[in-house]
């Protein structure tokens, strides 16, 4: 590489010295100075100073394309007029009530008409929490305790489904889980059928939980749809609930979430990101059947044959309002807004991919519809394994060049467009990841 990693890194803090001091300052009190791991990487992340469509700044003023957005909760971009309004109207008249309001209801109406399985909606407050509340759920309703989940795919950072999110597999994601958790999670490969019906054979199984298109783990390897028809058919003849994890997929596939997009509907679906218009949210939403087994109020119940779901700002009212505010938008677009980004990241795939094989590297960007990911490897990639290919360190490189020359898109695997892109954002990736590798050819 004729452009070494501390000549990228020098640039970057040349860049930013008020984020260094940020940084040093926050070290002090905060590990790794973040507050999400994921956050950190070399040499310390930027701090964000504000953020307006498709464009973040930080604070030395520097500003930069967002291919992050919010790690994909700003599908309309930063600071949406309609968002920014309705919130400012909500935060005047209250922030939290304890108590039920009436945008809780409003959005989960929304919800309702746009999500094929939603037939009844809890609201969370992060996705992880939404996907810990339907385990327990499907636990609940199948009286079973075990659950499948796929290699590579990341369902939040709840013990029982912080499994086998990145290589190696084999080893724990985190210290702390205890082992006796992880034996009632059954972590099968991505893609291949016969191994779920071998599990669900040997196994008594509660819920399979999928990612139809992969994000934080593999951000644009999806499942085909005879898979996901597949799962539908093995959840179905064995009394599994099929739960599909749409946090990163729930409007943005399609109105309707990945489950439109792919014509397959599960049991529960998960959501998240999108669904609070940038503020913190989570959601849990299904069958009815299996939802009421939530309800504490049903004739005869106790305590303890119901699924408990709560918390203190579960259905808070200036998320519903942000919520609201954005689904609205996706929803009265009919599907357009989805049919933008699906056409900017196809333009971004095919596009990078004619660059790759020009320079004569190997790498790929990948994706289905308004979904993207970018690997330096020329492997198929099907499902995470075929991840242990990938040059993590140009990855990470590519990722770095482009923040210095612009483009905000740290070394996650998750590459996200908006519908506030215009096509100059693009191109603007397109040629500046071109100079990346004209700089760094061999
Ligand atoms: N599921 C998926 C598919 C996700 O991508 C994420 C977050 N990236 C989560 C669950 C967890 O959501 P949260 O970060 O809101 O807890």
Known sequence: MKMTMS????????????????????CKLTPAGVHSNIRFFKPYPLFAA?????????????EYIDYVLGQGALFLGHAHPNVVKAVQEQAAKGSIYATANELEVKLAHKVAKMIPCAEMVRFANSGTEALMHAVRVARAYTKRDKIVKFEGAYHGFWDDLYVGVSLPFDKPMSSGIPSSVAGNTLLLEFNKLEVVERAVRENQVAAIVVEPVMGAGGSGIAAGVEYLKGLREISTDNGIALIFDEVITGFRMAPGGAQQYFGVVPDLTTLGKILGGGYPVGALAGKREIMQTIDPTKEGVRRWEC????????????????????????????????????????????????????????????????????????????????????????????????????????????????????????????????????????
């Open 50 to 62: 504000r953020g307006e469509g498709s464009k973040i700044s930080d604070v030395d003023g520097n």
């Open 7 to 26: 000549e990228l890194e020098a640039e970057y803090i040349r860049r930013s010295p008020r984020s260094k001091q940020l940084f040093d300052l926050a």
């Open 307 to 442: 699924a408990q779901h709560g918390g203190t700002f579960c259905g808070n009212p200036i998320t519903m309002a942000a919520g609201l505010a954005t689904l609205e938008e996706i929803d009265r677009a009919g599907g357009q807004l989805n049919n933008r980004v699906a056409r900017l990241c196809g333009k971004i795939r095919k596009d990078l991919n004619d660059l790759f094989l020009r320079y004569r590297v190997k790498a790929r960007a990948i994706g289905v519809g308004p979904s993207l990911g970018v690997f330096f490897t020329d492997g198929e990639l099907k499902d995470a394994r075929g991840l242990l290919s990938n040059d993590e360190e140009k990855r990470v490189a590519h990722c770095i060049w482009l923040i210095t020359k612009g483009i905000w898109h740290p070394p996650i695997k998750g590459w996200y467009v908006s519908t506030a892109h215009k096509d100059a954002d693009i191109q603007a990736l397109i040629d500046k990841t071109e100079d990346f590798l004209k700089t760094t050819r061999s």
